[in-house]
Antibody, heavy 122, light 110 residues
Framework: EVQLVESGGGLVQPGRSLRLSCTAS????????MHWVRQAPGKGLEWVSG????????GYADSVRGRFTISRDNAKNSLYLQMNSLRAEDTAFYYC???????????????WGHGTLVTVSS | QSVLTQPPSVSSAPGQKVTISCSGG????????ASWYQQVPGSAPKLLIY???KRPSGIPDRFSGSKSGTSATLGITGLQTGDEADYYC???????????FGGGTKVTVL
């Protein structure tokens, strides 16, 4: 069974940094691209970032490009999101999601984690 | 403002049918496959439909999907109280090089 477990969320002041992690199990992690999707409280889904199976290509939403960095460690079955210069509008649940194949381009996510809440507030 | 447009809400009585539309453009729905997700409050999204009309294992055939041109549609038949949730459409946008979602539609069973 595919399992994705996010961690690292919490309360952080504007302008500070936070690093999210996602630990995967139940599948061959290095055979799939991985993504982060967020959801502000009471709002809809917003794709944040994605990374190919071998970290050869990454993508970012315009709203986070230049501030967030996605990475992965296949040896540890882990996905990361380094979030810098955080803003109030980054407050959201952050979900780790598994792509159906190796490459970045995907039109669906079959597996999602339960999410971790990031709150940016002074 | 979401790239894909969905109605904010739809409702119907138990046992009836609802349809949810998802409208996009040439760079997203017009040239890529559609997906649909169900999200119960407090839970992560769950994939309902992928590749326009395919259901993952375990998803009942009461849920169906279709796509024509730049729009996709989710149908739910035999509506149950357990179907009350938010539903999102999604796809890839070739111009943005990004996954895009609709704003979500709340389904209410009257």
């Amino acid at each position: 069974e595919v399992q994705l477990v996010e961690s690292g969320g919490g309360l952080v002041q504007p302008g500070r940094s936070l690093r999210l992690s996602c630990t995967a199990s139940g599948f061959s992690f290095d055979d799939y691209a991985m993504h982060w999707v967020r959801q502000a409280p009471g709002k809809g889904l917003e794709w944040v970032s994605g990374i190919t199976w071998h970290s050869g290509a990454v993508g970012y939403a315009d709203s986070v490009r230049g501030r967030f960095t996605i990475s992965r460690d296949n040896a540890k079955n882990s996905l990361y999101l380094q979030m810098n210069s955080l803003r109030a509008e980054d407050t959201a649940f952050y979900y780790c999601a598994k792509a159906p194949w190796l490459e970045l381009h995907t039109h669906y996510f079959a597996s999602w984690g339960h999410g971790t809440l990031v709150t940016v507030s002074s | 403002q979401s790239v894909l447009t969905q109605p904010p809400s739809v409702s119907s009585a138990p046992g009836q049918k609802v349809t949810i539309s998802c409208s996009g453009g040439n760079s997203n729905m017009g040239s890529n496959l559609a997906s649909w997700y169900q999200q119960v409050p407090g839970s992560a999204p769950k994939l309902l439909i992928y590749d326009n009309n395919k259901r993952p294992s375990g998803i009942p055939d009461r849920f169906s999907g279709s796509k024509s041109g730049t729009s996709a549609t989710l149908g739910i038949t035999g509506l149950q109280t357990g179907d009350e949730a938010d539903y999102y459409c999604g796809t890839w946008d070739s111009s943005l090089s990004a996954v895009v979602f609709g704003g979500g539609t709340k389904v209410t069973v009257l």
